[in-house]
Each structure stands twice: as C-alpha cells, then as structure tokens.
C-alpha cells in the first residue's frame, strides 16, 4: 500500500508542476542562480531562496525540481505555491503539515519538497523544522521578505539554511530570453545595443518577455509589480495609515537612486512640501521597503580610515525598470540608472556591494566577494578631460593595489595608470569576467 501511494502521489504532484510552468519558461536556464544551489542539493541544509515578487524564483525553483525529477524518478515530490488556488485554503501551521502528509504519505521515502511564497502561513517554520527531523526529505524554499529570514526561523533552523537572493534578470539573461522570443523575428531588436536600450528603458523582469519589448503593454506590468510589491507587502503588512506619504518617499527613493541622502534630508524635503513627517517615520518607511527587497540600501565606507559612515547612504531599486513605469525618465538619469544597473550585476554575480569614499572622492563601488576586492566607477561616457579626472582620480586616489575598473558605454578602451576601463555593456555580458578573473 506504501509504494501504491508513492507512485500515486509521484504521477500527481509531477503532472501539477509541469502543467504550472508553461513550456517556453522550462528551457530558460539561470544558472547564477541554480549553480549556487546545486552544492547543497541533497544535504540536510535547507535552501532559502529570496527576492522581490515576480522576480523569477518561483521558475528557478521549478528548474531545480525539473532536474530532481530527472535525477531521482522514484522520490516523492510535492511542489506548492501558497498563493496557488490550492494554496490560499493552507493558513496555519496544521494545514501546511496535513497537506503535505497527504500528498507524501511515506515519511521514510526519499522526500523532495518545494514550497514557493512560505511566508504566507504564519509560523511555517516550526512546521518545516518538523519536517527536517522526522522525514527523509531534502527542502527547497522561496519568500518575498527579509522577514522569513529573522525570528523564529532563526531560532529554529540556526545553521541549517541557506539563502540565495534572486534578482530580476540581469542584461545577459535578459538577452537570452529576447533572442528566444517567438516575435524576434517580427521586429525584435537585432543588435546588443538595441536591446541594452530597451533593457535601460524596461529593466529585467522575467514577465515582460510576455510583452516583446511593446512599451505600453510592458509599462502597465512594471506598474502592476509596484503596485503589488507595496500594497502587499509592505502597506497592508505594516498597515501603514498615510498611504500618500508612503508613495512620496518610495518615489522620492526611486528619483534619487545612486544619491547620497539621509532620512534627516528627507524628512526635511518632504516639510517643504507641507508634509509633516518624523526622520523615525522615513526609517522605518526605508526598513519595510528594503525587507520586501523593493530598495536596496548600500552603506558608505571611508577607504582611508576603513570606517562605515553613519550618514547620507545610497539605496538602489531592484530594477530600474520601475522608475521608467512610475513616470521617472531612465534615459533622462542615465548616469544613476547605469549605477544601479551595476549594482544589481555585482549582486548577481555574488559580490557583496558598498559606496567608497577615499578623500575628498567618491567611488561608486567597492564590490568584496570572499577575499577579492574591486572597486568601479560607472560613468555615461568619458568625452570630456573632466569627466575622465574624474573617474579615474577617484579609483587612483584609493590607497591599494587591488583591481580598479572604470565602466562606461564608451566603445573604445581609455583605461590608464592601471585601471582598467571596459565598455558597460560587454561587461554585462562577459559574466564570467568581472575585472579579478573569471568566478
């Protein structure tokens, strides 16, 4: 009776997954991010995967439980999303736990369990603790919010996850996926440049392959990804009161990204316009957008005396595409959103990201990754003198001799005194060559 439910409950739940992913997402690899799970597959470490909504994890996991699939035919597989129309009926700890008892009745059989959107059943993490010590399993997760991350999963789980951060797609992977658009060859862009400049407009969101680059169509998206992004997960979440004030310091970010500002400055911006706010308000506005991963807040080191400055920080959005959806012109801030473009490719490629000062100059990037170190500056083009002192003096002011790159849309090399300069958009496809060496 075991292996008749087993074999029933495998046939199920493998026709459930391949039905919910159509099949034009089944051939679009990410291996920046399914590379980073492999090492743990098959390991009592629990695989967290984290990011903005709609940002593709849900597809990477579905990836990763493809190649399960190959890799073990016999194992039970469950795979849920808990915002699927069976998943809204699961809202506590019990439900989670009988749902899938029922759908993998042998917890002694090699289990795989891939469950999407976890933090939708308040306190999953006792459940999925309990799943780890009494069963046979090997457990995959994604979440919307830095949240999950914090608590009792903590508590729980200490020293037995792992997370991996997903982002929208970067320029390489955004590539791939137009030149395997079924409308490519009614008028898609043909050259690298062409599509960089579509990418610069609409940003990396895997949802907009729906739209093959038609503007209209793909804004309303990007506008529809905000609009869920902060209604759910951040102002009904927080039950934040003042809706509009919220939307003010969203868009004032989203204006300022790659800006030095602090929540003082703010606060003060936002009393010029009649609007009373606390600097303690702004903060914890910044906080919830930066748990749901809408911002990304990068800190500011001062690379002469090595300490973190406490004031006027950075935040970058996780795709520039949302600016251009909420009437903020990305061809007009060119320079900022090729900054944040690069911020988001330094993540992805797994660089941990800050803002340099040496001096009295600013580097854009101190990028660290295990015991590497790269510093960049991102610049629009470097046709005047000045705007060439500039760049490269900052990376020459910092006193060490680690890699120094200066990007730019720039066609020819300009680099000099031993920083190295490459043109922005064959970095961002030259993935496995970041300036230290391929990773």
Same mark, same amino acid.
């Given at each position: 009776?075991?292996?008749?439910?087993?074999?029933? #409950?495998?046939?199920? $739940? &493998?026709?459930? +997954?391949?039905?919910?992913?159509?099949?034009?997402? !089944?051939? *679009? %690899?990410?291996?920046?991010?399914?590379?980073?799970?492999?090492?743990?597959?098959?390991?009592?470490?629990?695989?967290?995967?984290?990011?903005?909504?709609?940002?593709?994890?849900?597809?990477?996991?579905?990836?990763?439980?493809?190649?399960?699939?190959?890799?073990?035919?016999?194992?039970?597989?469950?795979?849920?999303?808990?915002?699927?129309?069976?998943?809204?009926?699961?809202?506590?700890?019990?439900?989670?736990?009988?749902?899938?008892? #029922?759908?993998?009745? $042998? &917890?002694?059989? +090699?289990?795989?369990?891939?469950?999407?959107?976890? !933090?939708? *059943? %308040?306190?999953?993490?006792?459940?999925?603790?309990?799943?780890?010590?009494?069963?046979?399993?090997?457990?995959?997760?994604?979440?919307?919010?830095?949240?999950?991350?914090?608590?009792?999963?903590?508590?729980?789980?200490?020293?037995?996850?792992?997370?991996?951060?997903?982002?929208?797609?970067?320029?390489?992977?955004?590539?791939?996926?137009?030149?395997?658009?079924?409308?490519?060859?009614?008028?898609?862009?043909?050259?690298?440049?062409?599509?960089?400049?579509?990418?610069?407009?609409?940003?990396?969101?895997?949802?907009?392959?729906?739209?093959?680059?038609?503007?209209?169509?793909?804004?309303?998206?990007?506008?529809?990804?905000?609009?869920?992004?902060?209604?759910?997960?951040?102002?009904?979440?927080?039950?934040?009161?003042?809706?509009?004030?919220?939307?003010?310091?969203?868009?004032?970010?989203?204006?300022?990204?790659?800006?030095?500002?602090?929540?003082?400055?703010?606060?003060?911006?936002?009393?010029?316009?009649?609007?009373?706010?606390?600097?303690?308000?702004?903060?914890?506005?910044?906080?919830?957008?930066?748990?749901?991963?809408?911002?990304?807040?990068?800190?500011?080191?001062?690379?002469?005396?090595?300490?973190?400055?406490?004031?006027?920080?950075?935040?970058?959005?996780?795709?520039?595409?949302?600016?251009?959806?909420?009437?903020?012109?990305?061809?007009?801030?060119?320079?900022?959103?090729?900054?944040?473009?690069?911020?988001?490719?330094?993540?992805?490629?797994?660089?941990?990201?800050?803002?340099?000062?040496?001096?009295?100059?600013?580097?854009?990037?101190?990028?660290?990754?295990?015991?590497?170190?790269?510093?960049?500056?991102?610049?629009?083009?470097?046709?005047?003198?000045?705007?060439?002192?500039?760049?490269?003096?900052?990376?020459?002011?910092?006193?060490?001799?680690?890699?120094?790159?200066?990007?730019?849309?720039?066609?020819?090399?300009?680099?000099?005194?031993?920083?190295?300069?490459?043109?922005?958009?064959?970095?961002?496809?030259?993935?496995?060559?970041?300036?230290?060496?391929?990773?």
């Amino acid at each position: 009776m075991i292996d008749e439910n087993r074999d029933q #409950a495998n046939f199920v $739940d &493998r026709s459930r +997954r391949e039905d919910a992913m159509p099949e034009s997402d !089944q051939i *679009v %690899p990410r291996p920046r991010y399914t590379d980073r799970i492999t090492p743990y597959a098959d390991t009592p470490v629990i695989k967290v995967l984290t990011g903005a909504r709609r940002s593709g994890k849900s597809t990477i996991l579905d990836l990763v439980a493809q190649q399960v699939d190959q890799d073990h035919p016999r194992a039970q597989i469950v795979r849920l999303n808990l915002e699927s129309a069976v998943g809204l009926s699961i809202r506590t700890p019990e439900q989670l736990l009988d749902h899938l008892t #029922a759908r993998a009745p $042998d &917890r002694t059989a +090699r289990t795989y369990l891939f469950l999407d959107e976890i !933090q939708q *059943v %308040p306190g999953w993490e006792r459940v999925v603790n309990a799943l780890r010590v009494d069963w046979d399993c090997d457990i995959y997760l994604t979440g919307s919010s830095s949240r999950m991350l914090s608590g009792d999963l903590a508590t729980h789980l200490a020293g037995r996850y792992v997370t991996i951060h997903v982002q929208p797609l970067a320029f390489a992977e955004y590539r791939a996926l137009r030149l395997l658009d079924p409308a490519a060859s009614g008028g898609a862009p043909s050259s690298d440049q062409e599509l960089f400049q579509e990418y610069l407009a609409l940003g990396g969101f895997p949802g907009l392959r729906y739209f093959h680059g038609g503007r209209e169509a793909s804004l309303a998206y990007l506008r529809s990804v905000y609009d869920s992004a902060l209604v759910r997960d951040v102002i009904q979440y927080h039950q934040v009161r003042d809706v509009d004030l919220f939307h003010r310091v969203v868009t004032y970010c989203l204006a300022n990204v790659g800006r030095t500002f602090s929540a003082s400055s703010l606060s003060r911006f936002l009393r010029s316009e009649r609007r009373t706010v606390s600097v303690d308000t702004v903060l914890n506005y910044l906080t919830y957008c930066t748990e749901a991963f809408l911002l990304r807040r990068v800190p500011r080191h001062d690379l002469i005396s090595k300490r973190i400055l406490a004031v006027e920080e950075k935040y970058y959005v996780v795709d520039h595409g949302l600016r251009e959806a909420m009437g903020l012109s990305n061809s007009a801030a060119i320079e900022v959103v090729l900054e944040n473009i690069v911020c988001n490719e330094l993540t992805s490629r797994g660089w941990t990201v800050g803002v340099g000062r040496a001096g009295a100059q600013e580097v854009d990037f101190v990028a660290r990754r295990e015991a590497q170190v790269l510093y960049v500056q991102v610049s629009y083009l470097l046709a005047s003198e000045e705007t060439r002192h500039r760049e490269f003096g900052a990376l020459l002011a910092v006193p060490d001799n680690h890699p120094k790159l200066v990007l730019s849309l720039d066609p020819l090399s300009l680099g000099h005194d031993g920083v190295e300069h490459r043109n922005l958009v064959e970095w961002l496809l030259a993935a496995g060559d970041d300036g230290v060496g391929a990773r």
